[in-house]
Nanobody, 117 residues
Framework: QVQLVESGGGLVQAGGSLRLSCAAS????????MGWYRQAPGNQRELVAS???????NYVDSVKGRFTISRDNAKNTVYLQMNSLKPEDTAVYYC???????????WGQGTQVTVSS
């Protein structure tokens, strides 16, 4: 089992920045990929960014150049630095971890990010 705890959401004006953190505990050695998804009201949950244990990254086109995902394996934590935020980035952001074996996906409880215009 893997437990994920997110922090860092909040309210920010357009053009501002936020950093999300997600700390993993439990069977952390089983984790390969960690990532951030988001879900806005009325929309499906979408992948924002992901990073593998060996630091290969992937981003949705809408955040490329503005968001940066990073990972500290020693602290079992993944970060999402969000710059130049836009109102359309408003959503609940969920941390995700996927294991090497099976694989199995785990989710955090979500953190609200609201960008005002």
């Amino acid at each position: 089992q893997v437990q994920l705890v997110e922090s860092g959401g909040g309210l920010v004006q357009a053009g501002g920045s936020l950093r999300l953190s997600c700390a993993a505990s439990g069977s952390i050695l089983s984790i390969n990929t960690m990532g951030w998804y988001r879900q806005a009201p009325g929309n499906q949950r979408e992948l924002v960014a992901s990073i593998t244990r060996d630091s290969r990254t992937n981003y949705v086109d809408s955040v490329k150049g503005r968001f940066t995902i990073s990972r500290d394996n020693a602290k079992n934590t993944v970060y999402l630095q969000m710059n130049s935020l836009k109102p359309e980035d408003t959503a609940v952001y969920y941390c995700n971890a996927v294991t090497y074996i099976l694989p199995v996906a785990y989710w955090g409880q979500g953190t609200q990010v609201t960008v005002s215009s």
